[in-house]
């Protein structure tokens, strides 16, 4: 198993203009939970945090290491075994793609070429790539091809959108023989501007074609090993009808049949580690591309790039149904989102100018959704317990829902300040913590464990509230802990100075570093830990930490 089981506590879309958490009510452990001294010496004791969570290694996403692998960041060069980089032809470019940069293809003849690579002698193959379609082709268009010859001779191959009867499919074609092609077509509608993963494997037996981690067609065949150029966008024999509209990232060639797991693992954006009690993991994280993560109590959020919202996990709460997975809205538009305790919230903007109005769905005992305001000036939103925030597009914080906490109230909603100053918000437990535009922060609300003592200091840029701490990293990259502490949360804090995003879960805190790592901290699941000295590689643009659980996003759009 490449990570351990799933499950989080919501927060960040790393760059974006929220900062949103919610933390819930945790199922007790056996035994509960420990406070920091647990050898009774006097001292809080750290643990590293491989004993029960584990790390995420290695630079590829992939189990094996590809033959060829060309992640197309401004240039064709081939990270895989057999480094046999390629060349640019008429124009062929890189521009922001899902994992930093992209190759793009205008479909006028533009293309990249790798000649006679090793991996396309091989008698078994995996090829697997991000595919966007910015305009649907006239017949067919190449993602990628491996040709003979003109005559698509034998061993030919390609992969690329078809037009299927109005709808645009993705297609795997190859030549037996000389006698013609077989195909494979999938049953995915291929969207424009949407980024689409695509594998196409063959064990020497079966051809088979997935899309977005899901096996679309098989077909028992013969695909001898050829010798020829590879294409990317396009082919040496192709014509303009031929070449990609669209754009290509993350192109790998496997010299054996990968498993359907293995395929599944490349075509999520989402990594996961840690407990799982409501069926957050590994075999639930949804495949596709994302933008942002969220995780309530007993459910997660995602949100694609196309602005379409994920939800998996568990629809009940406190013994009941409340829909907080199966009421959520199939339609785009969306560009935040945040899961609460058993309710979920959202920001919708269709038309992209940068405000929206809000949506929520699930619980609803004290109107966190039913008691949603109804404008459309929203810019930030941030799902609590018993209550949500969202930051108006002028700088001011609303807030709706209840004070109750703890049995008592605690003023969450009523305390709410006021100004127009505010540039983010998170909403913890029973507590908010706001940041102001002068680097300040306001909290209110509960504050039996210190969670509102905020810094006096004004040199803070990102905010984090958890069940019962807050987190947050000053203007020069260093972060400052405060609030409970007594599973750790405030042990073996990060001492560096190169954070960009923070999330605080339950008892234990996540951080991202600049050059895309990520460090956790406090309670391991039982025990108590410290900083770890090892993560998840460089390439994560998005975390969030829940109960005894930790989301990783790889680097977004745009990041």
């Not at 949100?303 to 997975?325: E, F, H, S």
């Not at 908010?432 to 306001?442: C, F, M, R, T």
Request: hydrophobic share 35%; proline share 4%; net charge negative.
């Amino acid at each position: 198993m490449r990570s351990k089981s799933r499950q989080s506590v919501g927060i960040v879309a790393v760059g974006a203009v929220l900062t949103v958490l919610l933390t819930a009510e945790a199922p007790a452990f056996a035994g509960g939970w420990p406070i920091g001294d647990i050898n009774g010496d006097g001292m809080a004791d750290v643990f590293d945090i491989d004993a029960f969570v584990g790390t995420l290694t290695g630079t590829d996403r992939g189990h094996v290491e590809p033959s060829g692998y060309y992640p197309l960041d401004g240039n064709a060069r081939d990270y895989g075994t057999n480094q046999r980089a390629g060349t640019e032809h008429n124009g062929a470019a890189y521009e922001t793609g899902l994992y930093y940069e992209a190759a793009t293809f205008a479909g006028s003849g533009d293309w990249i070429q790798v000649r006679q690579h090793a991996a396309l002698s091989m008698p078994m193959f995996s090829w697997t790539a991000w595919f966007r379609m910015e305009t649907p082709p006239s017949t067919a268009g190449m993602m990628v091809a491996a040709q003979a010859n003109s005559g698509f001779g034998t061993g030919s191959r390609m992969v690329g959108p078809v037009d299927d009867g109005g709808a645009v499919k993705m297609r795997f074609q190859w030549a037996p023989d000389d006698t013609g092609g077989n195909t494979i077509t999938g049953t995915t509608d291929l969207l424009t501007g949407r980024w689409h993963h695509v594998a196409v494997t063959y064990d020497g037996m079966t051809a088979r074609l997935y899309i977005d981690g899901e096996l679309e067609g098989s077909l028992q065949t013969t695909l001898p090993p050829v010798e020829a150029d590879l294409g990317i966008g396009g082919h040496l024999e192709a014509t303009d009808w031929d070449c990609l509209v669209g754009a290509v990232d993350e192109f790998r060639m496997y010299d054996r049949a990968l498993s359907p797991y293995e395929v599944a693992d490349l075509a999520t954006t989402i990594d996961a580690f840690g407990f799982d009690e409501f069926g957050y993991g590994l075999g639930s994280v949804p495949l596709g591309a994302f933008s942002a993560i969220s995780h309530g109590q007993c459910h997660c959020l995602a949100l694609r790039c196309d602005g379409k919202i994920v939800a998996w996990g568990d629809d009940t709460g406190d013994g009941r149904d409340y829909g907080q997975v199966t009421d959520t809205p199939t339609y785009p538009g969306f560009v935040a989102i945040s899961a609460g305790r058993w309710h979920s919230l959202a920001l919708y903007d269709p038309d992209g100018d940068g405000m929206g109005s809000l949506v929520a769905w699930g619980w609803d005992d004290y109107g966190q959704v039913s008691d949603t305001p109804a404008d459309d000036d929203y810019v930030a939103v941030s799902a609590g317990y018993w209550h949500n925030v969202a930051m108006r597009a002028d700088g001011s914080v609303v807030a709706w829902g209840v004070d109750e906490g703890g049995w008592r109230d605690q003023g969450q909603v009523t305390d709410t300040p006021t100004g127009n100053d505010f540039v983010k918000v998170s909403a913890g437990r029973d507590f908010n913590i706001a940041l102001k535009s002068d680097g300040s922060l306001v909290a209110w609300g509960n504050n039996d464990q210190g969670q509102c003592a905020v810094p006096t200091e004004s040199d803070f840029k990102e905010i984090g509230a958890g069940y019962m701490h807050s987190v947050a990293i000053r203007v020069d990259g260093t972060l400052e802990v405060w609030g409970r502490c007594e599973e750790g949360q405030c042990i073996g804090v990060p001492v560096d100075d190169d954070f960009i995003a923070v999330s605080a879960g339950w008892y234990h805190s996540m951080a991202l570093r600049s050059d895309g790592t990520v460090v956790c901290w406090g309670s391991n699941g039982g025990t108590v830990y410290g900083e770890t000295t090892s993560g998840p590689s460089s390439h994560y643009g998005g975390i969030a930490a829940g109960y005894g659980h930790s989301l990783t996003l790889v680097k977004p759009i745009g990041q």
